[in-house]
Nanobody
Framework: QVQLVESGGGLVQAGGSLRLSCAAS????????MGWYRQAPGKQREKVAA???????NYADSVKGRFTISRDDAKNTVYLQMNSLKPEDTAVYYC???????????WGQGAQVTVSS
């Protein structure tokens, strides 16, 4: 069973930066395509950034140029560097990982990010 544990959320002023981390454990060789989703109050969950199966990266239009997804394979950890944060980036951010043989998606517990104006 894969476990995903996020850290690094918090409160920041508009224009500031935060970095989220997601540590994966348990059955990590069965997963690929790790990424980040977010859900703001009253809104649907949306994909923010993710690694593709080919090792590339894709981003939501709303975060392009401001957010960067990266990973440290030695630590089984994925990061989301968030710069130039805006109040509309306020949401719970979830780390995800896709099971490679059937596409099942694992979810982390979520990390709250709050951006004040």
């Amino acid at each position: 069973q894969v476990q995903l544990v996020e850290s690094g959320g918090g409160l920041v002023q508009a224009g500031g930066s935060l970095r989220l981390s997601c540590a994966a454990s348990g059955g990590i060789f069965s997963i690929n395509g790790m990424g980040w989703y977010r859900q703001a109050p009253g809104k649907q969950r949306e994909k923010v950034a993710a690694f593709t199966s080919g090792g590339g990266r894709n981003y939501a239009d709303s975060v392009k140029g401001r957010f960067t997804i990266s990973r440290d394979d030695a630590k089984n950890t994925v990061y989301l560097q968030m710069n130039s944060l805006k109040p509309e980036d306020t949401a719970v951010y979830y780390c995800t990982a896709r099971r490679n043989y059937d596409g099942y998606i694992y979810w982390g517990q979520g990390a709250q990010v709050t951006v004040s104006s």
